[in-house]
């Protein structure tokens, strides 16, 4: 397989890349690239510049930051974070494969290309199954709604801690930098996918609110193998105590929707409440109902969606641990 | 030290282990030739349809742009298949395309990029055809079938019904009788280095074929025949292979194309799949639907059994015939059986075909059997490794259905797995969703009768000293991994009792090694190690002429003795040294060439279909799981594997090993998370290693492999198969350990969370309507 | 030709190359095909086998995910290099020993990831090397003589220091 031939460019700091980013080509932005190449050498939405953030020196933060230049291996040893925030590297060491997570960074995990079965194929493989609207063609196999509305799946584990741990995001543009808040930034379209960044804006880091020291967070993945796979469901829980009931609660999933998404309605059943196994089965219940996995990963929706209960479960009970 | 260090039994690293610790070793990848074009398949859009016009007008304009190759030019429609009884495959569809991804056309330029983007441009037109998907539309009567030759102007392309001795009265008058019902997923090969290959014309008019093949003699006849060019004007060369496991044992339409292209440009052709095209390219295991009636008495007898196997075999041939034997001619050993029935069909479809895979139709129908084993072992509240020993097959005996059975450990098979797992501490013992699992199999070393009707011995070795003292061996046996070339040089160094540094081994060209008919059915280790054997034998007994002659002792009198030498039975201070040997046998006659040849016994009855399962001799396993069950999302974890394989005499303990740890590991994605899926429009659905679920470090259990040795009289020093009995027993192993663990059967393999997860749910309200 | 390319100055197992590469190519690419160094596989060109790591400053990374072009000022260690002066290095011993290659086509892309391994955890168990691994497939060995030629090198490596 061959990536397209693009052109690579190669900033330095954040000001050049969007200097670069503002010149005529399409292009897109390349982090660790261990997922976009993939898309690339399968002639996937292919621009004219890759656009490489390997070098941009705002980007790569030191222990203990989010900084969207570190790779998911630097985050998943990063004494820090998992003195304070271990969610974090226990999310990163899920994902992929041990190799991967060498190049692939946060940034790119954070804005990971929602995925679907039909649209993540070779060109010669949608050429004959008629592509899909993600892609070359105008109508999704998924699930043809109006409005062209695409249900590819967000397939990326640290959005949901993150969202738990009440993050905000920092995009530079050409206007500076702005903040703003992960719960409010994906888009639920699985093309247009974010509400609150445009194309040509960086983002810089993941920063976390105050209190999220204080949230006990624990996340739980689905996939069949215990590396490479995708999650077929993922779901974090946050749980702040006082007393010995729950004080606050998040609930957050992935792999669910074309966005991670934050559950309030199951969370709010834990407030209030004790650690009990009768109140972690009435949340992790309400989640159940509410994900709609699309029939667009390896295992079925109907299965995923039966273990977004037992995810739910399982990470509320580690919580309470 | 006076006596001959036999290297039988011991650990041996690979020879060409250190090509491949370095990566110098040689693939099909690595090989360039000067002058050398790309070639890029042009695929079908679509599972089954005429080509009418194949257009390169757009490609001709490209870049790089050199030639094509399109439907209807010479060579395309000549007709090929790996068994001469199904010869159904063109290099390019004359004119019907059977498959999603089909080969429809080919261009060749100066570099890959050129290749790419000229392939794309290629426009086919076809006249649409309504595609077979399912195998029971294929057993349809139909205007038009897939091919030629189908039986009744159905889509099926062998069907095969045996029956020996009396099968309904056995299950009339049966105090047990068990019926499974299962299903299979397709299974694809998953070796890492992808199918690849290099045409390169030679000034002189031949053509080489530079191929990852375990058939280099099976590719060699049918390129002679689809360019009809007599066999010696066309030389197959055979680099280092990055696995095949049944999936590069046929000649394939891409090798074809790309003889055709070199003959019609000019200049050598190299084409590598894509991990996507080894996929379509498939020749997997084949999806079957398998029913399967056991029989037995109150004692615990096996009675009789009654199968039925539909396979589902793609688009082509291939081995397929064989398979559909094979689905019913091994199920029942290593078991005494006094009645078998057995209907197998094969159909065609139009998916990627279906081939020879590891196990090789033994795999599924091993499941069934070894299922109902324990179903009827339960019914009668016997142990299932008791019941197994009560009905092994003794050895030197003949099965119902003619095999003749030689060697067999299966006794110490099993009785070294039940103490290695601590069985009788376990079995029905272990905490609820944990449990522990007996499975049970027996495969060919072999097949007894070459799929071509020729009396050319099976294999044959050369060898070759000269005043160097070196041993040059030449085999076509192809070394795929499993580490004949080692074996080879084992056998040969062994029997003249020297040094198995001395030997080179040459086990990759046509125009110079003897005919070996290639790596399938797990016949290398018997039949060229058998022919290794007498080759080594054959310069020994030169050896011991020219000992005589130095010494004035008889020869007959001389036996290999320690440390490169012979010496005389009876007093071994008299003693002659390999070189000097040699260089008295050298004298007058130069270089020393022996030659060894294997072919197998007349075997068999004289009933239609007689030939299939027959084999010099057999192997058995008996495979131990131990599983932990989660049920709540319904994975299966397993916990370890003891794996007893009877490999007759154990070579190289290393690679036997090796091939033992291997094939449970690829039992086991079948068992828990491989298979192919497709589109309800019939186009392979995940054809990426991501999609495709093959273990990783991380999922792959314990593996303990225990080494049984039976010592076959006619496996070369006691020697037979362990390439691919060791595969089947797992899955059954498993399937039972879940049902010790939660008390559910499961049918559908692969055992995939979804699946355990649905068996359960309907097991708690079968339990809940019970109890109401 | 429009396409971009250009010079690439590579630092490859302690040698400086220059070579003509576009920005397309993968550090895969660019070592099988631009410098001959065909040690490194393509199993699947996607990430999802593992055949084809390689070193970059002494981290196990996957060349046919890694564009070329960004790989200079880096010190790139290929399979190629395992062996000095034609002497087995320790681990690749080890792996012949032990029978962790049937095919080879997997072993390189595993030595450089079992090498890196071993240089940042000179004594991991065996579930550390598992999870080490868990990037490269094998469909020849069931991983077992993998794992014990990894542990044998580490083994071997502590008593020599000892």
């Known amino acids: 397989m061959q990536v397209p031939d693009v052109q690579l460019q190669q900033p330095k700091n954040l000001d050049e890349a969007i200097q670069v980013s503002s010149e005529n080509n399409s292009f897109d932005w390349l982090g660790g690239g261990t997922d976009l190449l993939c898309n690339y050498k399968w002639g996937i939405n292919v621009k004219e510049r890759l656009i490489s953030l390997r070098q941009v020196a705002e980007l790569q933060g030191e222990t203990g930051t989010l900084h969207a230049g570190r790779t998911l291996y630097d985050l998943e040893h990063d004494p820090v974070l998992q003195e304070n925030f271990p969610a974090i590297p226990n999310a990163a060491a899920l994902v992929a494969s041990p190799l991967i997570r060498r190049s692939a960074t946060l940034g790119g995990n954070l804005l990971l290309d929602t995925r679907c079965w039909h649209f993540n194929q070779t060109v010669e493989w949608r050429r004959a199954h008629g592509s899909c609207l993600k892609a070359e063609a105008d109508v999704c196999r998924v699930l043809p709604l109006p409005g062209d509305v695409c249900v590819a799946t967000f397939s990326g584990d640290l959005a949901p801690v993150l969202l738990v741990y009440g993050a905000q995001f920092h995009l530079f543009g050409n206007t500076g930098t702005r903040v703003v808040d992960a719960a409010n930034f994906y888009a639920e379209d699985g093309i247009r996918r974010f509400t609150n960044k445009k194309a040509e804006e960086i983002l810089v880091q993941a920063s976390l609110p105050n209190d999220a020291i204080q949230w006990q967070v624990s996340y739980q993945k689905l996939r069949l193998r215990d590396t490479f796979d995708f999650p077929e469901g993922g779901v974090a829980v946050g749980l702040q105590f006082e007393s010995g009931l729950v004080k606050a609660a998040r609930i957050a999933t992935t792999a669910y929707a074309s966005i991670p998404m934050l559950h309030p309605g199951p969370a709010e059943i834990l407030v209030g409440q004790p650690l009990q196994s009768d109140v972690i089965d009435q949340a992790a219940n309400a989640l159940m109902k509410e994900v709609r996995p699309m029939k667009n990963t390896s295992m079925s929706p109907a299965y995923r969606k039966k273990m977004a209960r037992v995810l739910c479960r399982r990470a509320l009970e580690s919580c309470g641990n | 030290m006076s006596k001959f260090q036999s290297s039988v039994g011991t650990r041996i690293p690979l020879v060409d282990g250190p090509e491949k610790v370095t990566g110098s070793g040689v693939y099909i990848e690595d090989m360039k030739f000067p002058g050398m074009l790309y070639a890029r398949m042009v695929r079908a859009t679509l599972s089954h349809g005429n080509v009418q016009a194949v257009d390169f007008s757009a490609a001709e304009k490209m870049d790089g742009y050199i030639g094509g190759l399109a439907p209807g030019e010479p060579g395309t429609g000549n007709r090929f298949g790996v068994l001469p009884i199904s010869e159904d495959e063109t290099a390019l569809p004359a004119p019907r395309s059977l498959y999603s991804g089909a080969i429809v056309a080919a261009v060749a330029c100066e570099n890959e990029r050129q290749a790419r983007a000229a392939a794309l441009a290629v426009k086919v037109k076809y006249e649409d055809l309504p595609p077979i998907l399912r195998p029971k539309d294929a057993l349809k009567k139909t205007d038009d079938p897939l091919h030629d030759r189908t039986v009744g102007g159905t889509n099926i392309h062998k069907s095969v019904e045996q029956e020996f001795g009396d099968v309904d009265p056995a299950f009339a008058k049966a105090a047990k009788v068990v019926e499974t019902e299962c299903t299979f997923d397709g299974i694809n090969h998953g070796f890492t280095e992808p199918i690849g290959c290099i045409a390169v014309p030679e000034p002189n008019g031949r053509l080489s074929v530079y191929s990852a093949t375990q058939v280099p003699h099976y590719l060699h006849r049918a390129l002679a025949k689809v360019l009809e060019v007599p066999m010696h004007r066309i030389r197959v060369y055979k680099p280092l292979v990055g696995g095949g496991f049944g999936g590069k044992s046929d000649p394939f339409p891409h090798e074809m194309v790309a003889a055709l292209l070199a003959r019609k440009t000019g200049r050598p052709i190299k084409i590598i799949f894509d991990r996507d095209e080894v996929f379509l390219n498939n020749h997997g295991r084949h999806p079957t639907q398998y029913k399967l009636k056991m029989a037995a008495d109150a004692e615990g007898n096996f009675l009789a059994l009654d199968s039925d196997s539909l396979i589902d075999g793609g688009a082509w041939g291939s081995f397929g015939v064989v398979t559909t034997y094979y689905n019913g001619v091994l199920a029942q050993g290593p078991y005494r059986m006094p009645a078998i029935r057995y209907r197998g069909r094969r159909v065609y479809t139009n998916k990627p075909a279906c081939g020879a895979m590891r196990g090789h139709g033994a795999v599924n129908a091993r499941f069934n059997l070894e299922c109902a084993v324990d179903e009827i072992a339960e019914s009668l509240d016997m142990d299932p490794f008791d019941i197994r020993a009560q009905n092994a097959l003794p050895p030197n005996t003949t099965t119902r259905n003619h095999l003749r059975i030689t060697s067999t450990g299966f006794l110490e098979c099993l009785e070294k797995t039940r103490l290695a797992s601590r069985w009788d501490e376990k079995f029905r013992k272990l905490p609820k969703g944990r449990g522990i699992g007996l499975g049970c199999g027996f495969y060919i070393s072999g097949s007894a009768l070459p799929i071509h009707r020729t009396r050319t011995p099976q294999s044959t070795v050369h060898v070759k000293i000269d005043m160097d003292g070196g041993v040059t061996i030449h085999s076509m046996a192809a070394d795929i991994g499993q580490g004949s070339d080692t074996m080879l040089a084992q056998c040969v160094s062994e029997a003249m009792g020297v040094q198995m540094d001395r030997c080179r081994v040459f086990a990759k060209d046509t125009d110079t090694a003897p005919l070996d008919l290639g790596s399938y059915s797990s016949r290398v280790t018997f039949m060229a190690g058998n022919a290794a054997l007498r080759a080594g034998e054959a310069i020994l007994a030169k050896l011991k002429r020219a000992c005589g002659q130095l010494t004035g002792h008889p020869t007959s009198e001389f036996i290999r003795g320690p440390k490169e030498t012979y010496v005389l039975r009876s007093d071994s201070s008299v003693s002659v040294s390999y070189m000097d040997a040699l260089t008295e046998a050298l004298a007058d006659n130069g270089a020393l060439v022996a030659k060894g040849i294997y072919r197998a016994p007349k075997l068999g009855g004289s009933f239609k279909g007689s030939g299939a399962g027959l084999s010099p001799s057999y192997s058995c396993q008996a495979f131990v799981a131990e599983v932990e069950v989660d049920e709540e999302t319904g994975f299966i974890q397993v916990e370890k594997v003891w794996a007893a394989h009877d490999c007759g005499m154990a070579l190289n303990r290393t690679t036997v090993e090796g091939q033992i740890e291997g094939s449970v590991h690829m039992g086991l994605g079948q068992a828990l998370s491989e298979q192919m899926l497709f589109t309800s429009g019939g186009q392979l659905q995940n054809p990426s290693l991501l999609d495709y679920k093959i273990l990783s470090t991380v999922d792959t259990p314990e593996i303990e492999a225990i080494l049984v040795e039976s010592n076959d009289p006619e496996g070369p020093l006691g020697a037979k198969e362990c390439g691919e009995g060791a595969l089947a027993p797992v899955i059954p192993a498993v399937a039972n350990a879940v049902y010790d663990a939660v008390g559910i059967r499961l049918t559908e393999v692969p055992m995939t969370p979804e699946r355990v997860l649905k068996a359960l749910e309907k097991q708690k309200k079968e339990m809940a309507l019970a109890s109401s | ?162």
């Open chain 3, 1 to 162: 030709m429009n396409y971009h390319q250009r010079i690439l100055k590579l630092n490859v197992n302690g040698h400086p190359k220059e070579i003509l590469a576009r920005d397309a190519d993968t550090l895969l690419d660019v070592l099988r095909d631009g410098l001959g160094l065909t040690g490194s596989k393509r199993g699947c060109d996607l990430g999802t086998c593992g055949c084809c790591t390689v070193q970059v400053d002494g981290a196990p990374i996957l060349s046919c995910l890694t564009l070329a072009c960004e790989m200079e000022d880096k010190d790139i260690r290929t399979v190629e290099d395992l062996a000095q002066s034609n002497q087995l290095a320790p681990l690749q011993r080890c792996w012949s020993e032990a029978g962790a290659s049937q095919c080879g086509f997997c072993s390189p892309g595993f030595l450089m990831t079992a090498d890196a391994l071993l240089r940042e955890h000179p004594n991991p168990n065996r579930e550390e090397i598992k999870k080490a691994l868990a990037g490269n497939l094998c469909r020849c060995t069931g991983y077992v003589k993998i794992l014990d030629a990894v542990e044998a090198c580490a083994k071997q490596t502590q008593e020599q220091a000892v």
